[in-house]
């Protein structure tokens, strides 16, 4: 008998179709107690037929138990714009479900401090919570740390960037190497790329190997223009290890103009959100015909953008990577769900054309 669609199945539903009574089914659904095999062989025949689906809910409320989910990322500032977004999507999901049992600290360290980035992570591993979503911005530390995070039993979902081959529960972001394909492909169809044209990839960074996505959408861009046949532009990287905007600016004068102050690239990959420190650059010396590429709708960016002197903008969706990281942790450990290990967000091309359309947009949910 086909049932309703808006009808969850309950146990006294299959107990009335099975003919039994409802401690027989709870004692079959959960594998406890004396049944008949000929009994347990019908009831679990009706529970198939009946599409039943547990309470997951109801159980959780029931038992009582309190879950902490800890979240440790970069601090937002003025110099460190990005991660005040996947703030907002981290508290969306601990409004969303707090009622359930679940209790949410975060933990904020200095982007530009490994030190600062160690001691969070220690003060986590005397906490203990039941999860943590972490942005783990240097790869050695995060080994050593998900190790032990392990052994104590704290599922970890990793946030923005993926570190391989460690034992963590999820991964939510965007696939680098592929964003990085994507932005090679925008700067090889505005036609600036010919034999020996150059073009600079520009990586401002905490400190060099410190951010393993930059570098994998280095890889990734690199990779689309080692597979072409019939051109192949130098490609030249620029990494900027400096915090204050002089300073960036600096780095930026000494990588991008030749001597006789023109600018050498005819396209320039920036590989995060700092894309505006070079967007401004650009305005200063004059950009001229060459195409830029970064990432994230930053309202320094997006003013940039609008004024031409960013060509793209590769959204990364950082509330969704706040927001589905923290319902990651909530389906496996609360509703004891299995999760995907890779959940990528869509890679996304922003235009002067297109932006409204991505301003305000609701949380994916």
Known sequence: ????????????????????????VDRVLHNRGEVSDK???????????MNYEPDLLASTLASKKNYLFASVIPEPSPTNLFWYQPVMGLEKAFKRVKHYGVEYRSFFFDYYSKDSFRDCLQHLLELRPDGIMLAPLYADLTEQFVGKA??????VVFINTHVPNLPNLAFVGQDAFRSGLVAAQLLDLCACCPDETEIVVVNIM????????LMSREEGFRSYFSQKSTHQPSIISLNVQENSSPE????LRQGLLEKNGKLRAKGIFATNSRVYHVAGFLEEVGKGNTRLIGYDL????????????IDFLISQNPVAQG?????????????KKEVEKFQYLSIDIITRENIDYYLNQPVHE
Do not use: C, W
């Open 1 to 24: 008998m086909p049932q309703d669609r808006n009808h969850r199945v309950k146990i006294a539903d299959i107990a009335q179709r099975a003919g039994v009574s409802a401690g027989t």
């Open 323 to 335: 927001y589905n990281s923290f319902m990651a942790l909530f389906d496996a450990l609360v509703l």
């Open 298 to 309: 930053l309202e320094r960016s997006i003013t940039h953008l609008h004024k031409g002197n």
């Open 206 to 213: 905490s400190e060099k190997g410190g951010s393993a996505h």
């Open 248 to 251: 960036i600016r600096e780095a």
């Open 150 to 155: 392990k052994e104590l039993g704290i599922a």
């Open 39 to 49: 009994t347990r062989m019908k009831v679990e025949r009706i529970i198939r037929e």
